[in-house]
């Protein structure tokens, strides 16, 4: 079974509106992690945001914002008022209680952002 | 630096070849981890160092590729007798420690001819 489901290959939002990046996650563990990475087209790999299992709260950071359902196991990624520089691949990536060393990524949404 | 740093950025090599990429990490961060980027594909694990060691080493595609890390510093991937598909963005992250979140360099681009 895949580990990081991201079932959207690509995605267009009209500029300044909000979009939502889909996650899914598959682990028996009850220690874990999630990210959100962003890679541009230069290829850099710029983290976002960051949620733990035991979190309460979902995370924020900025226009950013983790939508995270523990009981779905989901983990959606929330862009407010995109911009024209948010068009870029999206990665969703999991790290699990025992691996940390190992951290396993989604396949990646390609985000447009349209003015 | 400020960031993970990696070279080249761009690397064409003849199939047969032997190739080594590089990878400065953020000063002080201990954790370095490798990772593959096929065209289209999300990252495939390569292989992780905590300082200088590198102790699973199963992410490695075959026995053609290999890493090692000076320290806690500089690390390199060599690739030996390249295929064609080796053809792929190799990115390096590191990380203050191993639970740490990891920080990505802009990654090599590999296209092997």
């Known amino acids: 079974a895949q580990k990081i489901t991201q079932t959207q290959p690509g995605m267009f939002v009209q500029e300044k509106e909000a979009v939502t990046l889909d996650c899914t996650y598959d682990t028996s563990d009850q220690s874990y992690g999630l990210f959100w990475y962003k890679q541009p087209s230069s290829g850099e790999m710029i983290f976002l945001i960051y949620?733990?299992?035991?979190?309460?709260q979902n995370a924020t950071e900025g226009r950013y914002s983790l939508n995270f359902q523990k009981a779905r196991k989901s983990a959606n990624l929330v862009i407010s008022a995109s911009q024209l520089g948010d068009s870029a691949m999206y990665f969703c990536a999991m790290r699990e209680g025992g691996g940390y060393q190992k951290v396993t990524f989604g396949t990646g949404t390609k985000l447009q952002v349209i003015p | 630096g400020a960031g993970v740093s990696q070279s080249p950025s761009n690397k064409v090599t003849e199939k047969g070849k032997d190739v080594e990429l590089r990878c400065d990490p953020i000063s002080g961060h201990t954790a370095l981890y490798w990772y593959r980027q096929r065209l289209g594909q999300g990252l495939e694990f390569l292989i992780y160092f905590q300082g200088n060691s590198a102790p699973d080493k199963s992410g490695l595609p075959s026995d053609r590729f290999s890493a090692e890390r000076t320290g806690e510093s500089v690390s390199t991937l060599t690739i030996q007798r390249t295929q064609q598909e080796d053809s792929a963005v190799y990115l390096c992250?590191?990380?203050?420690?191993?639970?740490?979140?990891?920080?990505f360099g802009a990654g090599t681009r590999l296209s092997v001819l």
């Open positions: 992250a590191s990380s203050l420690r191993l639970a740490g979140v990891r920080y």
């Open positions: 949620q733990g299992s035991y979190d309460e």
